[in-house]
Structure formats: C-alpha cells, structure tokens
Nanobody, 123 residues
Framework: QVQLVESGGGLVQAGGSLRLSCVAS????????MGWFRQAPGKEREFVAA????????YSADSVKGRFTISRENAKNTMYLQMNSLKPEDTAIYYC????????????????WGQGTQVTVSS
C-alpha cells in the first residue's frame, strides 16, 4: 500500500514558477513508477509527466516539454514537478500517482493517487 500527499500548489502569475512535491508512504516507494496528472474544471484528467523507479527515464506531455521537469529522490520518498514559464492554461488540480509496473500516460493504469494540489496561473 502506498499513500501519496501532494504540496506546493498556489497562485502564481504567468511566466512564474512553482515546484510541486509528492511524498509517499511505504517502504516500496523506490520500486514504483510515478506520474503527475492534472485536471482543469470540466475537463478530463490529463497526463503531465512520468518517471521510472530509478529516476533515469522520464516522459512528458508535449504541452509541458521544455517547461516542466519531473524528478524524484527515493531516499526521501519524494517526487517533484518543477514548473517554469507557467501559463494560464496550466491552471488545474495537480495529482501524483504511483504504480508498481506502469509508468505511461494513462491515468486508469495507476493504482495509487494523491488528493491533489491546486495550481492557479493568472494572466
């Protein structure tokens, strides 16, 4: 069992930066693939980025490439999403997810989810 808690969201102006964190409980965190998703009001949950257990391999959505960076520190049971050059269309609730085997872009494939953290980007 893995429990996930996100933090770091907030209100920022367009062009600004935020760093989200996702802290996981459970001794098996280091063996799980992790991902970030987001959901804006009235829209489906959207893939943002994913990272394999080792942290070496990552995968990002085209909409955030070059602006967002996913990383993890297994020693701290923590995953991060560094978000730069934020745009109003990045406004959403951001969720972290974990899975023992899957690390792709399909939300229904992930077994564990956090409660989400709100990110609002003003123009």
């Amino acid at each position: 069992q893995v429990q996930l808690v996100e933090s770091g969201g907030g209100l920022v102006q367009a062009g600004g930066s935020l760093r989200l964190s996702c802290v996981a409980s459970g001794r098996t965190f280091s063996s799980y693939a992790m991902g970030w998703f987001r959901q804006a009001p009235g829209k489906e949950r959207e893939f943002v980025a994913a990272i394999r257990w080792s942290g070496v391999a990552t995968y990002s959505a085209d909409s955030v490439k070059g602006r967002f960076t996913i990383s993890r520190e297994n020693a701290k049971n923590t995953m991060y999403l560094q978000m730069n050059s934020l745009k109003p269309e990045d406004t959403a609730i951001y969720y972290c997810a974990a899975d023992p085997t899957y690390w792709g872009n399909l939300p229904y494939e992930y077994d564990y989810w956090g409660q989400g953290t709100q990110v609002t980007v003003s123009s």
